[in-house]
């Protein structure tokens, strides 16, 4: 069974700075891997996803994620992050359940960047 | 529909009352998703239907949830005797079974349990 966990509930970081949002995976199978955000009073909306080829994924507004398989993470960076970013981002795993497919999801980590 | 649709939006209820929360997903999405938020948390699994396979009901949290959905079409999320722990926001999504491919989420209905 797959399990996702954020290692981060909170990340607290100011304007401008780098940040680092870390997600870990446990498959044993082959996965698709997401990040999604929620915006304050928001609904949730993709970020990014990795299915297959470069490990570097681009996202919007900036975002990236790096998918690395020895290590069983997809982690999320932004090299400049603004006032806008704050909000909740969700790593989420999709995993072959049989002839179907599961997406499970982290707990989620609350991005809130200060001026 | 353009989107996954949930009803009601909001929803006041006493204690002790049953509630019915409803989701249309989007057409031809042949998988769903329940998701429970709590205010300040992460988003917690329910259910997940897909097709006509048995639903994973592995993240319902007592036997006053249930769930159901008719084929690929609507379903809806049954709270019986509901407690005041029940309160959150609940987040109905759907994506197409292919793992590749992204899931939709409606907008939720922010229970509340008085």
């Known amino acids: 069974a797959q399990s996702v966990t954020q290692l981060d509930s909170q990340v607290p970081v100011f304007e401008e700075a780098p940040v680092e949002l870390r997600c870990n995976y446990s498959s044993s199978v082959s996965v698709y891997l997401f990040w999604y955000v929620q915006y304050p009073n928001q609904g949730l909306q993709l970020l990014l996803k990795y299915l297959s080829g470069s490990t570097l994924v681009k996202g919007i507004n900036g975002f990236e994620a790096e998918f690395n398989k020895s290590q069983t993470s997809f982690h999320l960076r932004k090299p400049s992050v603004h006032i806008s970013d704050t909000a909740e981002y969700f790593c989420?795993?999709?995993?072959?359940?049989?002839?179907?497919?599961?997406?499970?999801f982290g707990k989620g980590t609350l991005l809130t960047v200060n001026p | 529909g353009a989107g996954v649709s949930q009803s009601p939006s909001n929803k006041v209820t006493e204690k002790g009352k049953d509630v019915e929360l409803r989701c249309d997903p989007i057409?031809?999405?042949?998988?769903l998703y329940w998701y429970r938020q709590r205010l300040g948390q992460g988003l917690e699994f329910l259910i997940y239907f897909q097709g006509n396979s048995a639903p994973d009901k592995s993240g319902l949290p007592s036997d006053r949830f249930s769930a159901e959905r008719t084929g690929e079409s609507v379903s809806t999320l049954t709270i019986q005797r509901t407690q005041q722990e029940d309160s959150a926001v609940y987040l109905c999504?759907?994506?197409?079974?292919?793992?590749?491919?992204?899931?939709?989420f409606g907008q939720g209905t922010r229970l509340t349990v008085v």
């Open positions: 989420a795993v999709s995993e072959s359940v049989g002839s179907n497919y599961k997406l499970t």
């Open positions: 057409s031809g999405h042949t998988a």
């Open positions: 999504a759907s994506s197409l079974d292919r793992g590749n491919t992204e899931a939709f």
